[in-house]
């Protein structure tokens, strides 16, 4: 963007939430809060309101439903995003994007179509996609008892664990 400061929504202030490590693959259904990183393989759908980090050495096979979403590494499969796209010098995306902004960096890889329309949300859809989020919030901290408790049981240990987590 030329003349521009860079105004993006997950520089140094994010935290991440959550990620899958490098070498961890995981397949299924990914709902999160706040900002999740993958530096492993996942192969699924992802559906959030918050923003998705897909790492260097990421690769994701499957359908993105998120706020934002920044790609390093490489995303095969269709992404909507409610804020913006942004694809580095590094990332790869192969699949169809809808998106009111779209960032693409020199030497960055997409093939598909893109779809861009502005979002203007209305104090509805606002309260609406609140109570949806606040809905999901409670879904997902059951799901996440859940598997911990199924963990557990078995006796795995967590690969994909943050820095710190016990």
């Known amino acids: 963007m030329l003349g521009k400061k860079n105004e993006h929504p ?4 994010g935290e991440v939430n959550a990620f899958l490590g490098k070498g961890t693959s995981f397949e299924g259904k990914i709902r999160f809060e706040g900002m999740f990183r993958i530096d492993g393989a996942f192969h699924g759908e992802v559906l959030s ?10 690769a994701v096979d499957g359908q993105i439903n998120v706020t934002n979403l920044i790609v390093n590494g490489r ?6 995003a409610i804020d913006r796209i942004e694809i580095t010098a590094s990332g790869q995306i192969r699949g169809d994007i ?5 960032i693409i960096s020199e ?3 997409f093939e598909g179509n893109c779809q861009m329309e ?11 996609f609140l109570e949806i989020k606040e809905t999901e919030r409670e879904e997902i901290k059951q799901e996440n008892t859940e598997l911990l408790r199924t963990s557990k049981r078995k006796g795995n240990n967590h690969q994909g664990k943050a820095d710190g987590e016990d």
């Open 49 to 58: 309101g918050g923003s998705l980090i897909i790492g260097n050495t990421g």
């Open 118 to 128: 502005k979002r203007q949300v209305g104090r509805d859809e606002r309260v609406s």
């Open 98 to 102: 809808q998106t009111p902004t779209l």
């Open 107 to 109: 030497g960055a890889i």
């Open 75 to 80: 995303l095969a499969g269709n992404v909507t």
């Open 10 to 13: 997950m520089s140094s202030s």
